[in-house]
């Protein structure tokens, strides 16, 4: 309940009133005693659970009557119980002295504090007593009056209860709207980034194949020459010194066209490595973001404060992913599909893990239904799919990690191929860890030796490619030419 207005003093009672547009300082019966107010505020009057007064006129302080107390630290603890706790609290602009009309922007100085302590706020849970302290403090800096907050006395609320503000959904979604624009604008960089190296790739093409012209040029000046010598044809040009000019030009222009290939090819690997990382870490961005987004809309719903806004924290979950638009509201699992995230949780709990030890490697070690076995080779028992004890230990793009598990000869097999997304992920164990050799914590029997986290998946869609991270759990997608920390691990069916 807000009021904005005069306030007078009864000379007599000494207690404030306010006073209505209708009425005027010499009508006192027109006045409503702050008693009054206080009185229609008692819980058996008016039956809500929370109210909050807030009077921003002269001689509004006498709600109190010395019933202020210090203000809580606001923990999730202190806002859990204001909520359950039913609460009278008041806020006025000032004690038992007139009060400030003049402010700033046609309202006055308290007002603007108020509303100003309002819109900065960015917490999804606000209560009085941390609102407060804005409010006071803008408005003793700016006018000679002291707002004050307290519980009003003896109308049946109960200690510790305070009306809580719950953070509008709009508010929330324009912090969404930037969040989605930043991350638009980063994939647009990525891709003007890949057109440049597309256009630049193209004028070093342009530049080798004009010295292609040249050479070519020069070798079928060589070959008329060497068809004229001898011949009555011949002219003066045509002589060993000629020749021996035509053979060091040629020489001279094979080098730079070698040196051209060799710069082109060097820089176009760097373009490439640079572009993969930062689509990589753009990646890992998106999926971080999305992990924390569920989670959060997670809590809400699981908070019995947050179950009336389940369907608005839906819509501002997937207002960010427009490819999750038709998603029935509170599916996460159908959320996690659609944007290529298939886990049930997709931090997993991170055990450390006891590994076998390799003492001896020409024994056959077990770990669990993993067999090791001498010959570089992993069985699973419960798929009965054996796969290469470690990956190819290098950077390395789809195709050309494809290639490498089918012509990879482990054990004497010839049968080997790059696994799908399913059986990746059957062998990933939360339960189980070790630090791959780029750094990474790999979730993994020890027995199969990952050198990155990232082990390519032979399902394709356009020029994307499947993968999956062995130390978050994630299924993705990504582009098929992208090699940086990602591994090739073949597999083989046993018959």
């Known amino acids: 309940i807000f009021y904005a207005g005069h306030g007078n003093m009864d000379t007599i009672t000494k207690s404030g009133s306010w006073v209505p547009v209708e009425s005027g300082l010499q009508d006192a019966s027109a006045w409503i005693g702050n008693h009054d107010v206080k009185n229609y505020l008692n819980v058996d009057a008016i039956k809500a659970k929370h109210i909050l007064l807030v ?6 302080g006498d709600f109190f009557r010395g ?6 630290v606001v923990t999730d603890a202190v806002i859990k119980k204001a909520y359950q706790l039913s609460s009278r609290q008041a806020i006025t602009s000032g004690g038992l002295e007139p009060v400030s009309d003049a402010g700033f922007g046609g309202n006055s100085v308290f007002s603007h504090f108020l509303v100003a302590a309002l819109k900065d706020n960015k917490k999804p849970h606000l209560i009085p007593s941390d609102l407060f302290p804005a409010v006071k403090s803008g408005v003793a800096q700016n006018a000679e009056q002291f707002p004050q907050l307290g519980g009003l006395y003896g109308v049946g609320g109960q200690e510790g ?15 969404l709207a930037a969040d989605s624009q930043a991350r638009q ?17 193209e004028k070093e093409q342009a530049e080798i194949s004009r ?12 070959a008329a020459m060497k068809s004229r010598l001898g011949t009555s044809a011949a002219g003066a040009q045509d002589s060993l010194q000629g020749m021996l000019a035509m053979v060091e030009q040629k020489e001279k222009e094979a080098t730079q066209l070698e040196e051209l290939r060799k710069q082109r090819e060097g820089e176009e690997r760097k373009r490439q490595v ?3 990382k930062l689509k990589a870490e753009a990646e890992a961005r998106r999926v971080a973001a999305i992990e924390q987004d569920i989670t959060t809309y997670q809590k809400i719903v699981a908070s019995p404060y947050g179950k009336d806004m389940a369907s608005a924290a839906w819509q501002s979950l997937v207002s960010k992913y427009p490819e999750a638009k038709n998603t029935a509201v509170g599916d996460v699992n159908a959320l996690k599909r659609v944007l290529n995230l298939t886990k049930e949780q997709l931090t997993p709990r991170r055990a450390v893990y006891q590994g076998v030890t390799f003492q001896d490697s020409q024994k056959t070690i077990r770990d669990g239904h993993f067999i090791s076995y001498s010959n570089g080779t992993v069985l699973d028992t419960r798929t009965n799919l054996m796969w290469a004890a470690s990956d190819n230990g290098a950077n390395i793009e789809w195709q050309s990690a494809k290639a490498y598990c089918e012509n990879y000869r482990g054990g004497g097999y010839t049968d080997w191929r790059m696994p799908t997304q399913d059986e990746l992920e059957r062998v990933y164990d939360n339960s189980k860890t070790y630090q791959s050799a780029c750094g990474n914590s790999v979730h993994l029997t020890e027995l199969i030796r990952l050198s990155c986290t990232w082990a390519w998946a032979s399902e394709t869609r356009g020029s994307d490619a499947a993968y999956f991270n062995f130390s978050s759990g994630l299924r993705v997608w990504l582009h098929q030419s ?14």
Request: glycine residues 6%.
């Open 55 to 60: 009077s921003d006129s002269c001689f509004a």
């Open 67 to 72: 019933q202020r107390g210090t203000l809580p």
């Open 161 to 175: 209860g305070e009306y809580v503000f719950f953070l509008k959904q709009e508010g929330r979604l324009q912090g």
């Open 185 to 201: 604008a980063e994939l647009e960089r990525l891709r003007r980034m890949e057109a440049d190296a597309a256009k630049t790739k």
């Open 211 to 222: 010295k292609e012209r040249e050479v070519a040029e020069l070798d079928a000046q060589i």
């Open 274 to 276: 640079e572009i993969t």
């Open 482 to 495: 992208y090699g940086y920390d990602y591994r090739a691990l073949p597999v083989r069916s046993v018959k």
